[in-house]
């Protein structure tokens, strides 16, 4: 099912929502949705990208396999820095990439909380991306799957490592203070980053980082129920409502064949196999 019946009804959930709002018919404070420019229907845009030849795209060799030196294959791991309020002496901040492409813009926009640091405390600012994603890809557009046992937290950490320490030698920083930086996936990786490399790592700042993997994570939609209800509890209530019709359609054959039609899903939903079971169970 390729996960396409969750898509969907995230879309209608969206849609729902969206309705709720324009509708105006609750005392909503849209104010308080507006945060560092947060648009209605989405989260805080990317820091727009700066004119490259201030921030230009630079690049690291990383070995493809950190634990085994048998394997020669090299990448490149595409970064960028900004060394406009550094000072001899001062801290070394390093932003760890997350899941989707970087750009210079994360270095460079002084509202963000991060620079607005690195301009009080005289911090130099590096920001790596993370291996497979952006233009930080060891096998370009012609990878296999195979490929991808090179894509790991514990791979990502040691290019972190071994950044820090070509920097501090190419650098000649002196008793270097790194601090991490980091939110959600990549903030995981800043507070693993403390706790495996503290020779390296002088403190971390990990924002929202889910550093406890839950096979039934019932928290984090709890907190999405909450926030539908605060917005409009008759949207919250009509979704509740679906979800609840759905997990009953899932339970029978016809109600499957219903699902499939009405939802235009493209394959046949079969709960003996182990993608739709997974997919079922989430619903």
Same mark, same amino acid.
């Given at each position: ?15 729902? %929502? ?6 105006? &018919? ?8 507006? /945060? ?9 845009? %990317? ?16 070995? %493809? ?13 595409? #970064? ?5 309020? #550094? ?6 901040? $390093?932003? @760890? ?52 046992? #090179?894509? &790991? ?10 950044? $820090? ?19 959600? #996936?990549?903030?995981? @990786? ?48 009509? /979704? ?44």
């Amino acid at each position: 099912m390729n996960g396409r019946v969750t898509v969907l009804l995230l879309l209608l959930v969206g849609c729902a %929502l969206s309705a709720s709002l324009n509708k105006g &018919s609750t005392g909503f404070n849209r104010k308080r949705w507006l /945060i560092h420019g947060r648009p209605w229907h989405g989260l805080v845009p %990317l820091p727009a990208a700066h004119d490259a030849s201030k921030f230009p795209d630079q690049w690291f060799t990383q070995p %493809l396999d950190n634990f085994n030196a048998s394997i020669k294959q090299t990448y490149q791991q595409r #970064y960028w820095s900004n060394d406009q309020f #550094y000072k001899p002496g001062g801290p070394i901040f $390093i932003m @760890l990439g997350g899941e989707g492409p970087e750009s210079n813009g994360w270095v460079r926009a002084e509202g963000l909380e991060w620079v607005t640091l690195a301009k009080k405390f005289n911090a130099m600012l590096y920001l790596i991306e993370h291996r497979f994603y952006g233009e930080s890809q060891p096998y370009g557009k012609l990878i296999s799957i195979d490929g991808y046992q #090179y894509l &790991s937290s514990r791979q990502a950490l040691a290019d972190m490592a071994n950044f $820090i320490k070509a920097k501090n030698a190419e650098m000649k920083y002196e008793n270097p203070k790194w601090i991490v930086f980091g939110g959600s #996936y990549s903030g995981a @990786l800043a507070a693993w980053a403390r706790q495996q490399y503290p020779e390296l790592v002088y403190g971390s700042l990990a924002s929202s980082a889910p550093i406890q993997a839950e096979v039934d994570f019932y928290q984090y939609l709890e907190v999405v129920e909450f926030a539908f209800s605060q917005v409009d509890a008759q949207c919250a209530d009509s /979704i509740h409502k679906q979800f609840v019709l759905l997990q009953k359609l899932m339970k029978t054959a016809a109600g499957r064949e219903t699902v499939k039609v009405e939802m235009q899903v493209c394959e046949r939903i079969d709960p003996h196999t182990p993608r739709t079971s997974i997919n079922s169970g989430n619903l």
